[in-house]
């Protein structure tokens, strides 16, 4: 920061007041330790909002990442573990939480979630997000549910895939892709709920409607692998094709966001480790990966980011989208 600072003294001093010129590494260091995440995540927050607008119509998938570079011998959450908010379609993270240590992300998706509007939206969270309490907090902001159900739910799990395995689904949809060598074969089902479970899971799981079933079929060169998972939906009416997109759009997070931060901004290689300085600057990158996202041309979002080191005008075109 100090060198491109020092680099760029000319066009910084036109947009900033910088009496003292540009500030050290010790002082850009003490600052970001000492600023409440909170108030940069608001930022994060309204940043996504300008770009956005309304989340209705959206998918926001919930999942998190670990920053392996500050605590490297931490294990499971412990270290620090962020819980991101990721709107599929736009490709925008639009709010982040962190997991406290010796907890799990079922205490921070509440917490989350509280701080978006997710009216119109459907809400896709992983196996660790199929609580009841979660999904009771999602319809009561106005929003959808698609929950992966695994054994965590031994009961409901049960249910779901003895649903499928003794009954004929009413729709299926069949999906292909191929890229780089992977072929991918993937083929959805999906039942009525209210007419498969048991009236006290029914009970448990409120708004639920409809159950999913993801029969996944990968092809790597020769390897072949299989695998099958399980989701329950509070939609219904919905073809059995919107629900192979949806649950095919929630791994966006995983190659969308959480790769761009390894790889196009380094962030496990990051050696900030004191105070709130590897929070905040989670949620500066994820605010430039909002910009370099926009940017309409050719270019991949590390060249977008190279260029935008080197020319200004770039640079300003990046902070005007």
Known sequence: MVEFGQQRYDWLSEVLELPNGIPSHDTFNRVLQLIDPKHLSDCLDKDGAALLGSLSGKQLAIDGKKLKGVSPQSKGNSGLYILNAWVCENRLCIGQEKVEDKSNEITAIPTLLEQLDIEGSVVSIDAI?????????????????????????KELFEQVEDSFLLNPSVAQDMQWEYQRARFERRKCQILPAQQMLLPEIIDQWKGIKTLVKIEAQRQIKHKISLETRYYISSEEK??????????????????QLHWHLDITFKEDASRARSGYAPQNLSILRKIALHRIAQMKDKLSLKKRRYRASLNNEYLFKLIQV
């Open 238 to 255: 919905q073809p059995s094709r919107y629900f192979n997109h949806i649950t095919r759009g929630h791994w966006g997070i995983e190659n």
């Open 129 to 153: 997000g199929c609580q009841t309490v979660i999904a009771d907090q999602i319809i009561e902001q106005g929003a959808e549910y698609l929950l992966a159900v695994k054994k965590n739910q």
